[in-house]
């Protein structure tokens, strides 16, 4: 069976309400109709029944027999005028003198709501007769020596709903046109509206999307957070919870009561998105993107997709590893070949003796090299880096000297060997490409680093380029670069991010065309606080 559409559920419902409420207001407006009516014959009964009573021929003739001669027609008169639907007069032997039927003139009154009347009291009653429900209003005869000498009874038939219906038929018509015309065009709107802000979809198909979205959301590896703009949680799927170490429904909660150290509510607020940045959130490092939520140009909200760092690191380090250990075979192997040429070179001019001690002076060299870094450098990433940037050097020309004190036995707080590859790996390259920015012969890179009982040093020196004031300023931002070709501009951003997790210092000295010295400094006991 094909599902009704929004709009005809909105109708319909619409429709329903402007005729329950129609119904609801009007049995009100009857019982209000009602209670007025019976309000007003009250009154009007118990005005009429206080004039028959002051009548003198009424108070002169009910003490007389068959005085209903004389009374009745009198009373008949005032009942016509008055529009009243009957009225009686009795004596106090509840003989009755005036009556709407003749034939009961002279006969006895047995009604139980009459008795007090004897006793001087005015009042009103209600009760149902052969007529309908009636008013009865109900007032002592005083002669002129104050005594009662009679009752005088006035009754008024109140209207039934069906007569009060007939007696506004009109107006209700009119009233029922209008309110049902503007509840089907108010439906209308209200339901073009929905199906507009809905995006054209029907309710079935958005909760079907909203169950496929949670699905999706709760079986990404990634961990997922989303907020509106009031900072309650939207979205938090379970990767999340296991990251964070959230337990129970949080859905509607607000972040900062979740987790107190969150950034995600900066978004709202910068309106910027923040990619591939690493926070610590609790006591895990993640790699963090968080997106503001646009809708309609106006910001609804933020999220965040986040990694744990350490599945990241780990296959960072064993490919940046790998690729240090590669490009050291290579560089090397191409060095080796030059060498071997040479060699045999020598040895086909007959310079044995050259050849040999060739031989020997290049042995020693490597040998002492390679004890440096065995006993100075105790990670395998690091020391696999610097013996590649030593050959790489070498082949384009460039004098790249490692201070031998230096000495790399563990890392700073927050860094592993992927970070301190990267950090160095850029550091390296940057001054390599400001030696071959320039045109002088000798070409030169200094690199030492320190180890400390509280702190690390890295100090890397060239005779490059060198860098302007004004490019100091924009130096660390991501995809910027002031070299030519085919540079991304993310080495400097990649060490600024570095140096902000791990609250490292670093101090660029650099002239234009002299050189640029760099000094990082990590301390072991800087604060944890993000």
Known sequence: ??????????????????LVSIGVGSAIVISHVIQLKEQSLSERSLLIARTV?????????????????????????????YHANYIVVMNMDRVRYAHPSYDKLGTVSYGED?????TEHTYISKAKGELGVSVRAFTPIMSEEHQQVGVVVVGNVLPSIKEILKDFQREIAWT??????????GSLLLANHLKEEMFQLEPYELARLLVERTATFHAMYEGVIAIDKKERITIFNERAKQMMGVSGEVIGEYIRDVIPDTRLPEVLYT?????????????????????????????????????DRTEVAKMAEELTGVRAFIEALRVQNHEYMNKLHTIAGLIQLGKTREALAYV???????????????????????????????????????????????????????????????????????A???????????????????????????????????IKEEEKARLFDYGYTTKKGNHQGIGMHLIYNIL???????????????????????????????
């Not at 009573?53 to 027609?73: F, L, N, R, S």
């Not at 400001?434 to 890397?460: N, P």
């Open 1 to 18: 069976m094909k599902k009704l559409s929004i709009r005809w559920k909105i109708l319909m419902l619409c429709t329903v309400i402007v």
């Open 53 to 81: 009573a002051q009548i003198p021929e009424v108070k002169k003739h009910v003490q007389q027999k068959e005085g209903w001669t004389i009374i009745q027609p009198i009373v008949e008169n005032i009942r016509t005028i």
């Open 114 to 118: 009459e008795i007090e009347a004897f």
């Open 176 to 185: 029922l046109m209008i309110t049902i015309s503007c509840g089907v065009v």
């Open 271 to 307: 309106k910027k998105a923040v990619y591939q940045q690493e926070i610590i959130v609790g006591n895990q490092l993640i790699v963090s993107n968080r997106i503001p939520i646009e809708v309609g140009g106006e910001i609804v909200g933020a999220v965040a997709i986040f990694q």
């Open 360 to 430: 020997f002076e290049e042995r020693e060299e490597q040998e002492a090299f390679m004890h440096f870094l065995r006993t100075r450098i105790h990670d395998e990433s690091v020391a696999g880096l610097l013996l590649s940037k030593v050959s790489r050097a070498k082949e384009m020309g460039i004098t790249f000297i490692i201070d031998r004190s230096s000495a790399l036995f563990s890392f700073p707080p927050r860094l592993d060997r992927h970070d301190f590859v990267v950090l160095l790996g850029n550091l390296i390259e940057n």
């Open 432 to 466: 390599f490409d400001a030696c071959l920015a320039t045109e002088r012969e000798e070409k030169f890179v200094e690199l030492w680093i320190g180890e400390q009982e509280d702190s690390w040093t890295i100090v890397i020196e060239d005779n490059g380029i060198g």
């Open 500 to 530: 902000r997790k791990s609250h490292g210092d670093i101090n660029i000295e650099s002239s234009w065309q002299i050189g640029t010295t760099i000094t990082i400094l990590f301390s072991r006991y800087k604060g944890d606080d993000v």
